[in-house]
C-alpha cells in the first residue's frame, strides 16, 4: 500500500514510543484515542502513580516520560503496540476537544485562522465570542495545501506511529478498547491493573452514533466522499469500512 503515495503519509521525523521496562513494552501514543488512560497506566507501571484514578489529565500530559526511537535496537524484543479509532470519529473528538469544548487555549489560534478563512468581514473580537463550525473544520483539513504538516490531533494515524516502517505487536481498537487493553495487560504480565472504565475526564463522546451522525450531516456528501479519500489508508489499514452509513 505505502506504494500509493497519494494516501500514505510517511512521517519526517523519528516515531518516540514510550517505554517502560520492567515489562518490556513500547507504546506509540495517537492523541484522540484514549492515549490520556493509556499514559495513566504508564505512570502506576513506573511507580510515579499507585492508582489511574484521580490523575488528572493536565498532570497525565505534563510528565516527561521515558521515550525511545523506534528504530533503536536494545528493545526489538520488547512487545510494541498502539490503538487506533475511526477516523472520522477521531476527527470529531478532535474538533469537539480543540474547538467546540476545549479543555485548554492551545488551539485559539489555529481556530481564528480557520473562521478568517471561511467567513468575510469579521473580527478577532466576533472570533473570541464563537467557535470554530464543525463544516468549517473539515474545509480546512480538505483545502490545507499542506497535509505533511497537519498538527497531531487530527495527523494520519498510520503517519504517527509509522506502521508500514515498523512492525508493531500489537494493534488495538478504541471501539473495544477496555476489553483489548485488559487482554495486553495481562499477556506482559499485568494481574494487579486494568483499563479505566471511565474513559476520560474530558471525553466528547465522539464515537456515541447519534453524535456522530449529528456532526456529519452537516457536511455535503462530496466532501464526506473527499475526506473518506484523505484518510483513506487509516481506514483500510485499520480495518475500516467506507462510512456507507453517512449517505
Given at each position: 500500500?505505502?506504494?500509493?503515495?497519494?494516501?500514505?503519509?510517511?512521517?519526517?521525523?523519528?516515531?518516540?514510543?514510550?517505554?517502560?521496562?520492567?515489562?518490556?513494552?513500547?507504546?506509540?501514543?495517537?492523541?484522540?484515542?484514549?492515549?490520556?488512560?493509556?499514559?495513566?497506566?504508564?505512570?502506576?507501571?513506573?511507580?510515579?502513580?499507585?492508582?489511574?484514578?484521580?490523575?488528572?489529565?493536565?498532570?497525565?500530559?505534563?510528565?516527561?516520560?521515558?521515550?525511545?526511537?523506534?528504530?533503536?535496537h536494545r528493545?526489538?524484543?520488547?512487545?510494541?503496540?498502539?490503538?487506533?479509532?475511526?477516523?472520522?470519529?477521531?476527527?470529531?473528538?478532535?474538533?469537539?476537544?480543540?474547538?467546540?469544548?476545549?479543555?485548554?487555549?492551545?488551539?485559539?489560534?489555529?481556530?481564528?485562522?480557520?473562521?478568517?478563512?471561511?467567513r468575510s468581514?469579521?473580527?478577532?473580537?466576533?472570533?473570541?465570542?464563537?467557535?470554530?463550525?464543525?463544516?468549517?473544520?473539515?474545509?480546512?483539513?480538505?483545502?490545507?495545501?499542506?497535509?505533511?504538516?497537519?498538527?497531531?490531533?487530527?495527523?494520519?494515524?498510520?503517519?504517527?506511529?509509522?506502521?508500514?516502517?515498523?512492525?508493531?505487536?500489537?494493534?488495538?481498537?478504541?471501539?473495544?478498547?477496555?476489553?483489548?487493553?485488559?487482554?495486553?495487560?495481562?499477556?506482559?504480565?499485568?494481574?494487579?491493573?486494568?483499563?479505566?472504565?471511565?474513559?476520560?475526564?474530558?471525553?466528547?463522546?465522539?464515537?456515541?452514533?447519534?453524535?456522530?451522525?449529528?456532526?456529519?450531516?452537516?457536511?455535503?456528501?462530496?466532501?464526506?466522499?473527499?475526506?473518506?479519500?484523505?484518510?483513506?489508508?487509516?481506514?483500510?489499514?485499520?480495518?475500516?469500512?467506507?462510512?456507507?452509513?453517512?449517505?
Open positions: 500500500m505505502k506504494s500509493d503515495n497519494r494516501y500514505y503519509h510517511q512521517t519526517k521525523k523519528e516515531t518516540k514510543l514510550i517505554f517502560n521496562d520492567d515489562y518490556n513494552i513500547l507504546y506509540c501514543s495517537i492523541p484522540k484515542v484514549c492515549c490520556t488512560n493509556w499514559k495513566r497506566i504508564f505512570l502506576v507501571l513506573s511507580g510515579v502513580h499507585n492508582s489511574t484514578l484521580g490523575i488528572h489529565h493536565l498532570v497525565v500530559h505534563a510528565h516527561n516520560y521515558s521515550t525511545i526511537s523506534r528504530i533503536e528493545r526489538q524484543n520488547y512487545t510494541s503496540f498502539l490503538f487506533v479509532r475511526h477516523p472520522f470519529q477521531r476527527l470529531l473528538s478532535a474538533y469537539r476537544n480543540k474547538f467546540e469544548i476545549p479543555d485548554d487555549h492551545d488551539f485559539e489560534k489555529t481556530g481564528q485562522r480557520i473562521m478568517s478563512l471561511y468581514n469579521t473580527t478577532n473580537k466576533e472570533h473570541s465570542n464563537t467557535h470554530v463550525m464543525f463544516s468549517e473544520f473539515v474545509r480546512f483539513l480538505l483545502n490545507s495545501k499542506s497535509k505533511s504538516s497537519f498538527k497531531e490531533h487530527w495527523d494520519f494515524q498510520h503517519k504517527i506511529c509509522a506502521v508500514c516502517e515498523r512492525s508493531y505487536d500489537f494493534i488495538g481498537h478504541f471501539e473495544n478498547i477496555v476489553e483489548e487493553s485488559n487482554y495486553l495487560l495481562r499477556s506482559i504480565g499485568v494481574t494487579n491493573l486494568s483499563f479505566p472504565d471511565a474513559y476520560s475526564t474530558h471525553a466528547t463522546n465522539s464515537s456515541d452514533e447519534n453524535i456522530y451522525l449529528k456532526y456529519f450531516s452537516q457536511i455535503p456528501p462530496d466532501d464526506i466522499i473527499k475526506l473518506y479519500e484523505l484518510y483513506k489508508w487509516d481506514f483500510k489499514l485499520f480495518g475500516y469500512s467506507f462510512p456507507q452509513e453517512l449517505f
